[in-house]
């Protein structure tokens, strides 16, 4: 995610990036506060990590997921307002999906907002969007974005599998919990409940390269120029 800033404070261009996490951690947007979202004890006891977003949006469980980050100007095939990038970047995820044999319906409306005012926010994938992708009715791909002046820096995951219970490290009771999980399954649907082929981790980033290049008609940089600008970013 460190890579993720750098790129959006780059002058110019588009970059798609598309990762994993060797271990699990939870990312938390930039406006929550860790102590008052998460059970920081609970997470460090089984040591899994915690991270803070430049984007915005709810608690994300990285895990047995797929993460994506698109840093892009502002304009162009993007539009000069939230919902037109947003509407872009899951048009690319949609045909993503179909490359990986899941045809998918864009929201068309406004979001469900069902957080909790008392206490830690619903995660993502809690809640549906607009611009965001769904199947069976259920959300499959969480997103969020962050602008600056002339650039946009939009982070998403693509849930594999429910490995771990992001509830579990939320900060609510136990009878929250227990609220909060009934209602991840009614909203939210992991990759593996829908496909039940194997991907492998190359195999579902290739997809994404795919379903993004034809998307928006771009050709993309090869590895070797993505490895140079990593390098760049990390301090000496």
């Not at 990762?19 to 951690?25: D, K, L």
């Not at 860790?34 to 469980?61: C, I, M, W």
């Not at 939009?154 to 490290?169: M, P």
């Amino acid at each position: 995610m460190a890579l993720d800033e750098y790129l959006l404070n780059q002058k110019e261009g588009i970059f798609l990036c598309v990762y994993g996490w060797s271990i699990p951690a939870i990312s938390f947007g930039f406006g929550q506060s860790a102590g008052h979202e998460l059970d920081v004890y609970k997470l460090r006891k089984e040591n899994l990590h915690f991270v803070r977003r430049l984007t915005g949006g709810r608690a994300v469980l990285h895990d047995a997921e797929i993460t994506y980050s698109v840093a892009a100007d502002i304009g162009g095939i993007f539009g000069n307002d939230l919902n037109s990038a947003y509407k872009a970047i899951s048009l690319a995820l949609e045909k993503t999906l179909l490359i990986l044999g899941i045809p998918c319906e864009l929201e068309k409306g406004s979001a469900r907002d069902l957080r909790e005012k008392s206490s830690a926010s619903l995660p993502c994938f809690a809640s549906i969007a607009r611009h965001e992708l769904k199947v069976k009715g259920k959300k499959i791909i969480g997103s969020a974005q962050k602008r600056e002046k002339n650039r946009l820096l939009q982070h998403g995951s693509l849930i594999i599998e429910n490995r771990l219970d992001i509830t579990e490290y939320l900060k609510v009771d136990e009878q929250g919990k227990k609220k909060y999980r009934a209602i991840l399954e009614r909203e939210s649907i992991s990759f593996k409940e829908v496909i039940k082929k194997d991907y492998n981790y190359n195999e579902l980033a290739k997809a994404f390269k795919e379903g993004f290049a034809a998307t928006w008609n771009l050709k993309p940089i090869d590895k070797k120029s993505l490895e140079a600008i990593e390098a760049e970013s990390v301090p000496a």
